[in-house]
């Protein structure tokens, strides 16, 4: 049998086409990169034989370090190797002379943040572990369309495990992405659907549905699954009060189709950046719809006047609080961009005595600090 | 607001890490790559000012010529442009001095093969047009976990359009990859929930549930959904009775958990390659069991015989044509390395007189003829 297994492997790479001729077969038995040691330390190998200089860049390195030079050796394969990393996710690309965002070419592993793939790594042993898939039972995911302002509409639910085989109904967490991306992101980057398992196994969470939307309205969907066809991702976003009117007809939607709790209770909404905007306008807009908000380093005071969904914020807020709020998380890394205008919203919110809870990171506007986030409230909903 | 979305977009990239600082921003506004014409010439760039030698590899090019040398403007882009191309979907990687499998920068539509990530695009206007997203409604895909063999093993399930909000029950075709591949392998390189939407869109195939399976026993999932971690993709598969034990599990949960028709005459199999032998051997282990039978390029005699499964293979198909069988379907490519096999094979069901159809298109083992061979099946089955 293994004799026949090279031989089909070898045609099958032979066949295949010019581009993977040859290739597979050596580089998947040759280099290992990148190379996770127990200590934490991690070593990135990239073969370019002619290359006069090559770095490693990534947010693995040391803040304001840009992208660490990696040494040749005889046969022509650079590497680099870090002093040991705290357990997380970490993203990284080469530069080879003057190139820039060369993926490598050893890692299948690669998400994409707006219009740039990159490569990623988890160092276990501590925070990564729950982004990683355990040996434990798995939710679903699916990629569904909903009809919603009208049109139809890409999103992303997470079932949790149990979810197909139950009669049970389920709390719900509408989760929302930032400007540049879409219904993708807390899943590649946030690494929802492995925190979810791992809190929900663990008893740390409850069992919950997670739905994650697209909240830019122009698109249909993430690139390449709607008829707008393969564009070029760019920063884009809705801040014109479009996706806060569409967001009854997703609740809806939700509920029509999942066996959901339809109550407030057990509703929860929350996002990042545009994402925690929209979660702070789409709660305050429904005041009856959410008992559970969470504003993730979000861009709070950026709704124009002259839009009616952004008009008298205080009085939409009174009436907010006054139908009352189970949970109103604000988090925030402190240097983050927008650190100063969720200082300004504490106060607005201090004025008028209505309760939430502070949560300070460190670190600025960066998918580090989301995961985090998302892992602690997650922790914190339908309880 | 465009000020201010510009203002937030700066500050995103400049915050979110050393890897996407100030690229993303010249990057989004610069470079076009792939660069798709009406006249279906396609155009390649990168930038790359201090290479010596760049070629772009492909699928594209004509059989027989692996690499095209690619022209350097005075910027440091280096450029090429195809001739017209027939309407598909096509692969391509860069050749950047010894360095290979450079992924294109500004083209985020990524496939892997095994272990490598390979760029695509596709030429519309004729059969292109079916694997690209159309303005018509969708079908979910779900990614579940079932137990099948007593363990929970990964699965892409598509349902199509309109399920949700239907009572109606579904008849299923259960989709196999080949020996490297996975349950994602049909999704991404086999474009099938965009054949599938736009055949039943067209009114040419039936509305049906396709179910994914991972056909290689020893993994439970793709790489890096499982607990097997982030694992680096290899040629693998399995051919020792294993998988088709498990299938009436795969069924009977399929059964179980999406409206189906639980019946012979609304269940079909089939497969490419190794998924083709797969497919021959389950649908004869059970002849009850599916009235549709798909081998695309099979492997068909490569099952040890000292394996029960892959005994008696004679007695074992009098049995399955006895029982009946709607459509046993054989494709094959004119240069596929396993033609001879299928040649072989029909030999042997024509000396029964075993009724098939048996459909031969051009090219090779390879994913062109994959696709098209899925897109006349579907049109063929529940009819």
Same mark, same amino acid.
């Given at each position: 049998?293994?004799?026949?297994?090279?031989?089909?492997?070898?045609?099958?790479?032979?066949?295949?086409?010019?581009?993977?001729?040859?290739?597979?077969?050596?580089?998947?038995?040759?280099?290992?990169?990148?190379?996770?040691?127990?200590?934490?330390?991690?070593?990135?190998?990239?073969?370019?034989?002619?290359?006069?200089?090559?770095?490693?860049?990534?947010?693995?390195?040391?803040?304001?370090?840009?992208?660490?030079?990696?040494?040749?050796?005889?046969?022509?394969?650079?590497?680099?190797?870090?002093?040991?990393?705290?357990?997380?996710?970490?993203?990284?690309?080469?530069?080879?002379?003057?190139?820039?965002?060369?993926?490598?070419?050893?890692?299948?592993?690669?998400?994409?943040?707006?219009?740039?793939?990159?490569?990623?790594?988890?160092?276990?042993?501590?925070?990564?572990?729950?982004?990683?898939?355990?040996?434990?039972?798995?939710?679903?995911?699916?990629?569904?369309?909903?009809?919603?302002?009208?049109?139809?509409?890409?999103?992303?639910?997470?079932?949790?495990?149990?979810?197909?085989?139950?009669?049970?109904?389920?709390?719900?967490?509408?989760?929302?992405?930032?400007?540049?991306?879409?219904?993708?992101?807390?899943?590649?980057?946030?690494?929802?659907?492995?925190?979810?398992?791992?809190?929900?196994?663990?008893?740390?969470?409850?069992?919950?549905?997670?739905?994650?939307?697209?909240?830019?309205?122009?698109?249909?969907?993430?690139?390449?699954?709607?008829?707008?066809?393969?564009?070029?991702?760019?920063?884009?976003?809705?801040?014109?009060?479009?996706?806060?009117? #569409? *967001?009854?007809? +997703?609740?809806?939607?939700?509920? !029509?189709?999942? /066996?959901?709790?339809?109550?407030? &209770?057990?509703? =929860?909404?929350?996002?990042?950046?545009?994402?925690?905007?929209?979660?702070?306008?789409?709660?305050?807009?429904?005041?009856? #719809? *959410?008992?559970? +908000?969470?504003?993730?380093?979000? !861009?709070?005071? /950026?709704?124009?006047?002259?839009? &009616?969904?952004? =008009?008298?914020?205080?009085?939409?807020?009174?009436?907010?609080?006054?139908?009352?709020?189970?949970?109103?998380?604000?988090?925030?890394?402190?240097?983050?961009?927008?650190?100063?205008?969720?200082?300004?919203?504490?106060?607005?919110?201090?004025?008028?005595?209505?309760?939430?809870?502070?949560?300070?990171?460190?670190?600025?506007?960066?998918?580090?600090?989301?995961?985090?986030?998302?892992?602690?409230?997650?922790?914190?909903?339908?309880?």
């Amino acid at each position: 049998m293994k004799r026949f297994m090279l031989l089909i492997a070898a045609a099958i790479v032979s066949t295949l086409g010019s581009v993977t001729a040859q290739q597979n077969l050596w580089r998947s038995e040759g280099l290992v990169s990148p190379e996770i040691a127990d200590t934490g330390c991690v070593t990135f190998r990239l073969y370019a034989p002619e290359a006069k200089r090559v770095e490693v860049a990534g947010d693995f390195l040391p803040q304001g370090v840009e992208s660490a030079a990696m040494v040749r050796s005889e046969e022509g394969v650079w590497s680099y190797t870090t002093a040991p990393l705290a357990s997380e996710m970490y993203y990284y690309s080469f530069r080879v002379d003057g190139m820039r965002d060369v993926t490598d070419p050893s890692n299948v592993y690669l998400v994409r943040d707006v219009s740039t793939q990159m490569n990623y790594f988890i160092v276990g042993g501590d925070r990564g572990d729950i982004y990683k898939a355990q040996a434990i039972s798995h939710g679903t995911v699916a990629r569904v369309w909903a009809e919603m302002g009208g049109s139809e509409r890409r999103m992303v639910v997470y079932t949790p495990a149990g979810y197909e085989a139950s009669k049970r109904r389920y709390p719900v967490l509408y989760l929302l992405h930032g400007m540049g991306g879409d219904e993708e992101a807390w899943l590649a980057t946030g690494r929802l659907a492995e925190i979810m398992d791992n809190l929900i196994a663990e008893g740390k969470a409850e069992e919950m549905i997670v739905v994650m939307t697209n909240g830019c309205t122009k698109h249909a969907s993430a690139p390449g699954y709607s008829a707008e066809g393969m564009w070029k991702p760019y920063m884009s976003g809705s801040m014109d009060g479009s996706f806060e009117a #569409m *967001f009854p007809d +997703v609740v809806s939607w939700v509920d !029509a189709h999942y /066996r959901t709790v339809k109550r407030k &209770a057990s509703r =929860a909404i929350a996002g990042l950046s545009m994402g925690g905007f929209h979660a702070m306008q789409i709660s305050k807009e429904y005041p009856k #719809m *959410f008992d559970y +908000v969470g504003l993730f380093s979000a !861009a709070i005071f /950026r709704g124009k006047e002259d839009i &009616a969904t952004y =008009a008298d914020l205080e009085t939409k807020l009174a009436r907010q609080f006054s139908e009352g709020v189970a949970l109103y998380w604000i988090a925030i890394g402190s240097d983050d961009f927008l650190y100063k205008e969720n200082v300004d919203y504490r106060a607005l919110l201090d004025s008028h005595g209505y309760a939430y809870t502070y949560r300070e990171s460190d670190g600025g506007h960066i998918w580090r600090n989301w995961r985090i986030y998302i892992s602690e409230f997650a922790q914190m909903i339908f309880k």
